[in-house]
């Protein structure tokens, strides 16, 4: 839904810096016994660029850390929790609410905080999420999938295939996410909803990062 080019940001007082998060890539990567050149054959980076990335000491752009993963068949989210999780074959995930840790990201002056419930849940058809929306998103969304919103608290204007909805506390919307959409909060307050993003494929998903329609491009109605 959401697209971001950037790494989330490292709360301040977070024991991950960007150093660990670098190194924990680099250990990842000796664990699947996965040489540099494997690696860049299943990303399709270069040697050199991956090199780079291991002894650099600044993140790369979040797209490159998504390619880096799924290549490592972890989550994102792996690179950035402090605990660490296990690989793609786990079969369950429970986030305590004291683990909960917060994301951010941001496009176009767009920003998203957001909580991820199930990072540990690797080949999963579902993403569910906490997720503060924003007072202003210009941005419009199309992809493949299906998403579930079930507001906690706040208004939400919801545009949707042309059409505009207003939610408040305790609605729930579903739909599909291959029509033209997007949301805001109303008022002065940042609504909350709990979000579930449906795959309809068992893949490393992008959330928050796919299905952005460039500012400006028209798109047709569809039903």
């Not at 270069?46 to 780079?52: A, E, I, Q, T, V």
């Not at 390619?67 to 660490?84: H, M, N, P, Q």
């Not at 941001?106 to 909580?115: M, P, Q, S």
Request: proline share 6%; charged share 30%.
């Amino acid at each position: 839904m959401f697209i971001n080019r950037k790494p989330p940001a490292v709360k301040q007082g977070s024991d991950m810096t960007p150093a660990k998060i670098i190194q924990r890539i680099k250990e990842k990567r000796i664990e699947k016994g996965l040489s540099l050149d494997a690696l860049a054959s299943k990303t399709g980076f270069s040697k050199g660029y991956l090199s780079k990335i291991e002894n650099g000491t600044s993140l790369p752009p979040i797209s490159t850390l998504h390619r880096i993963c799924e290549a490592l068949a972890v989550d994102l989210t792996y690179l950035f929790s402090e605990e660490g999780h296990g690989d793609a074959d786990r079969g369950i995930s429970i986030v305590r609410r004291k683990e909960r840790r917060e994301m951010i990201v941001e496009e176009g002056g767009v920003r998203f905080k957001n909580w991820p419930l199930a990072p540990q849940k690797e080949g999963r058809n579902m993403d569910p999420y906490l997720v503060e929306i924003p007072l202003d998103n210009p941005h419009i969304y199309q992809h493949e999938g299906e998403e579930l919103y079930f507001l906690l608290e706040g208004k939400v204007k919801l545009s949707y295939s042309g059409k505009d909805y207003i939610l408040e506390q305790g609605d729930c919307v579903y739909f599909d996410t291959n029509v033209p959409h997007t949301g805001c909060s109303l008022g002065r307050k940042k609504a909350k909803a709990f979000v579930i993003f449906y795959s309809y494929k068992k893949t490393m998903r992008k959330p928050f990062t796919s299905g952005l329609i460039p500012l400006g491009t028209k798109h047709s109605k569809e039903s």
